[in-house]
T-cell receptor, first 111, second 117 residues
């Protein structure tokens, strides 16, 4: 099955700096890659996604990039704010609906 | 603002008791998922349904867990009998499978925090 690895497991950044989280996947058949943000006591919230026919996608301060050849994708958060502090999960889907999640990255934005 | 709702939000029970968790998917979504989240295992898929039919429950311990969708607005996850190792947060998520096969995101509910003593 699909195996998604996510790095780093923790990330501390100064407010205003950028944060980058990287994920790799194993199955070249995976073609949809969502990112989730989970705040304490809440369910994961879909924040952005990218499909395998797109290399980059941006939504305000967040962007995702995908390198199909290398089988890795990344989340970039610019101008970080305290409310960006959360656990972020990457995920990948193959031809069915099974989401394979990364282990998560705990992001802390220092004021 | 369409959301997935789950009840109860918290449940404390004793070992051996039956536990039922309920989920109302987003109206119009045709796919429902049950996940379990623990510190050790992260997010694990337990079961998923499409158009109310179970497509995969391979992640679920069959001897004690069962999942159903009595109708399009209700999904249930039951544990009988419950054990302390079942303590976790259980999430329901719903999604929409496009007619062209386009995959879209899954939207998670707030979760049920289960503690089995």
């Amino acid at each position: 099955g699909e195996n998604v690895e996510q790095h780093p497991s923790t990330l501390s950044v100064q407010e205003g700096d950028s944060a980058v989280i990287k994920c790799t996947y194993s199955d070249s058949a995976s073609n949809y890659f969502p990112w989730y943000k989970q705040e304490l006591g809440k369910g994961p919230q879909l924040i952005i996604d990218i499909r395998s026919n797109v290399g980059e996608k941006k939504d305000q301060r967040i962007a995702v990039t995908l390198n199909k050849t290398a089988k890795h994708f990344s989340l970039h958060i610019t101008e970080t704010q305290p409310e960006d502090s959360a656990v972020y999960f990457c995920a990948a889907i193959r031809y069915d609906y099974k989401l394979s999640f990364g282990a998560g990255t705990t992001v802390t934005v220092r004021a | 603002d369409a959301r997935v709702t789950q009840t109860p939000r918290h449940k404390v029970t004793e070992m051996g008791q039956e536990v039922t968790m309920r989920c109302q998917p987003i109206l119009g979504h045709n796919t429902v998922f049950w996940y379990r989240q623990t510190m050790m295992q992260g997010l694990e898929l337990l079961a998923y349904f499409r158009n109310r039919a179970p497509l995969d429950d391979s992640g679920m311990p069959k001897d004690r867990f069962s999942a159903e969708m009595p109708d399009a607005t209700l999904a249930t996850l039951k544990i009988q009998p419950s054990e302390p190792r079942d303590s976790a947060v259980y999430f329901c998520a719903s999604g929409s499978a496009g007619t062209s096969g386009t995959r879209r995101g899954q939207f998670f509910g707030p979760g049920t925090r289960l503690t089995v003593l």
